[in-house]
């Protein structure tokens, strides 16, 4: 089982980047897929959730710029990021869950730096 991160960089303020994620192993699309971010000094946080189903949500302070996206025939999630700032600045994690019973099958990439500034 394997997640791997790609798509991190440096970038401007005002900016786009767009991450990738592709899962293999027993990862399939039934499993919920999202991205977290930990900044320095910071816990890491949920960035963005697409369900099995598709649903997504985001944290207010991403709601409008960023957009998880899925390609299950591929086995890989996006994070589409515009309108980057400062303060988005952290290592991004992707993460796979899947809750059958009692069983919690949970796993995660191995990061990627996203750093935005001039």
């Known amino acids: 089982v394997q997640l791997q991160a790609s798509g991190g960089g440096l970038v401007q303020p005002g900016g786009s980047l767009r991450l990738s994620c592709a899962a293999s192993g027993r990862i399939s699309s039934a499993y919920d897929m999202a991205w977290y971010r930990q900044a320095p000094g910071k816990q890491r946080e949920l960035v963005a959730l697409i369900t099995s189903g598709g649903s997504t949500n985001y944290a207010d302070s991403v709601k409008g710029r960023f957009t998880i996206s899925r390609d299950n025939a591929k086995n890989t999630v996006y994070l589409q990021m515009n309108s980057l700032k400062p303060e988005d600045t952290a290592v991004f994690y992707c993460?796979?869950?899947?809750?059958?019973?009692?069983?919690?099958?949970?796993?995660w990439g191995q990061g990627t730096q996203v750093t935005v500034s001039s």
């Open positions: 993460n796979a869950r899947l809750v059958r019973a009692i069983n919690d099958y949970v796993y």
